[in-house]
């Protein structure tokens, strides 16, 4: 019901301008006004980076393409996966130039991916035409204005593997000023089966910071909980570094790396992790989070 009511006030705001929209949609979403000083939780933090913009100063940060030189700045580039081209239309791909295995993506945008592990099956018109269909995209989420400040583009790059799946378990690092403050583990990903979640610390504890019962009222995104622990990463002391060396210069980022067990990739920088709304994190969680973001903003 409460997702009911959200989804009808949403349709209801889209009247007004932006920031009286996102104010009034966050207090309906979260039922109680933002808080600016001491927040109670990192939704907090995140509301006043959105309505103030000071988001948007960093959006370079959140374009999969020019992030990479960020990377490279902090001597990382060995992390980079190998770039196999930029392209501003899908027609100019040359598939044949192409590895056996490849992923294709946008970098304005989140889910905007092709993984390809097989290039003889691949329908190329179908790839070419989502390809330029997603380049006129806009960003879905209205609040995440910093994702329209991205030129969009199509980039190339190896495809990564780790023997877990077709797609490598990604490791996401929530970290503040070079501090990983926990570690978000999504295994399964591209399969029919909902994916596989945890959140650890840095000992590779279960915090147990997912609610479930809000993922499971919520039924367009599947999750369920890992049985045990998620795999231990090979190279979990080289990723923490690799974390909080990337995360030095500010107040809140999340890291995506890979590890194939031999090398660490690098996968992504995100600002505003399910919009700054983590809804299906627990209320320890939030506060936690909050705390240790707090620490540094005072």
Known sequence: MHFMIIKFGRTFLSLFPFKIRYLMEWILVNRRLPRKKNPRSIKDYFFWEIFLGKINDKYVYADKL????????KGLANILPKLLGVWHDAE?????????????????????????????????EMVVSKLNSW?????????????????????????I??????SPTDYKFHCTRGEVICIQVVG???????????IMDIDWNNLEFVD?????????????????LPRRPKNLKSLIEYAR?????????????????????????????????FWYFSKEALSFLGAKVDLVTK
């Open 66 to 73: 020019r992030c990479r030189d960020l990377v490279a700045q």
């Open 212 to 228: 479930f019962d809000i993922v499971n009222a919520q039924k367009e995104i599947e999750f369920k909980p890992y049985k045990g």
């Open 188 to 198: 399964q990903r591209h399969s029919n089966e909902p994916c596989d979640i945890a």
């Open 92 to 124: 100019h791909i040359n598939f044949e130039e192409l590895p056996e295995k490849f992923v294709l993506k946008c970098n304005h945008g989140c889910g905007l991916n092709i993984l390809c592990n097989d290039k003889k099956t691949i329908d190329k």
């Open 161 to 166: 593997e780790d023997g877990t799946g077709f």
């Open 245 to 277: 060396k990337l995360s030095e210069e500010l107040n809140y980022i999340r890291i995506d790396l890979y590890d194939n067990g031999s090398s660490v990739f690098f996968g992504e920088y995100t600002l505003t992790p399910l919009g700054g709304n």
């Open 135 to 159: 380049l006129h995209l806009e960003h879905p989420i209205y609040y995440e204005t910093h994702m329209k400040k991205i030129e969009p583009v199509i980039i190339g790059e190896e495809f």
